[in-house]
């Protein structure tokens, strides 16, 4: 079985300044890593995704997530982040055993402040 | 990708009574899924929707409650029964390809509130 665990369940920042939302995960096996982010009132959009091959991989608007095997981590990170960027960002693990079953994280929700 | 559309978007129900949720995809694809999320809380699986067999349920979730079908590759339906208002939440269509590493997209959800 997989767990996920998203370290902050909020996250304050300024406009501008840069942003890592912290993931980390446990499985006894090979997983895939996933980062979906949701607007209010809306479904889940995926911003990236991990399966294998570099290890730093970068998605829409910006994002880019940095999957370290050794840590059990998949951090989440923008260099300079936008009003818009104000969202709830969820972790999500897919392991080789769970077939289709995606385990997800608490979430944490990003707020930009002007 | 995938485009995924639900209805409805939201609807408020009397405790007592069910609703079905659709589920409509723009192409075949392998995999459907429903999703609970409950405010303030994450998401949680409630099943696997199989064409042409019983949909998987996953742990704390019976069909009883939430009978679903899968007539084709490209829809499903989530029935809500005999509601409570620990029902409301949000229900999320998600679709896949067959295989652990493909993607998964969501549909924009259902917003349900239970009186």
């Known amino acids: 079985a997989q767990s996920v665990t998203q370290l902050d369940s909020q996250v304050p920042v300024f406009e501008e300044a840069p942003v890592e939302l912290r993931c980390n995960y446990s499985?006894?096996?090979?997983?895939?890593l996933f980062w979906y982010v949701q607007y209010p009132n809306q479904g889940l959009q995926l911003l990236l995704k991990?399966?294998?091959?570099?290890?730093l991989v970068k998605g829409i608007n910006g994002f880019e997530a940095e999957f370290n095997k050794s840590q059990t981590s998949f951090h989440l990170r923008k260099p300079s982040v936008h009003i818009s960027d104000t969202a709830e960002y969820f972790c999500?693990?897919?392991?080789?055993?769970?077939?289709?079953?995606?385990?997800f994280g608490q979430g944490t929700i990003l707020t930009v402040h002007p | 990708s995938a485009v995924i559309s639900q209805k409805p978007s939201r609807d408020i129900c009397q405790r007592g009574t069910s609703l079905t949720i659709q589920c409509q995809v723009d192409?075949?694809?392998?995999?459907m899924f429903w999703y609970r999320q409950q405010p303030g809380q994450s998401l949680t699986l409630i099943a696997t929707?199989?064409?042409?067999?019983?949909?998987?349920?996953e742990s704390g979730f019976v069909i009883d409650k939430f009978p679903i079908s899968r007539p084709n590759l490209t829809f499903s339906t989530l029935t809500v029964s005999n509601m409570s208002p620990e029902d409301s939440s949000i229900y999320l269509c998600?679709?896949?390809?067959?295989?652990?590493?493909?993607?998964?997209?969501f549909g924009p959800g259902t917003r349900l509130t239970v009186l």
């Open positions: 998600s679709v896949g390809k067959a295989g652990g590493s493909d993607t998964q997209y």
């Open positions: 499985s006894s096996v090979s997983v895939y």
């Open positions: 991990y399966l294998s091959g570099s290890t």
């Open positions: 999500a693990v897919k392991g080789g055993t769970s077939y289709g079953k995606l385990t």
């Open positions: 192409s075949q694809v392998t995999m």
């Open positions: 929707a199989n064409q042409g067999s019983e949909a998987t349920y």
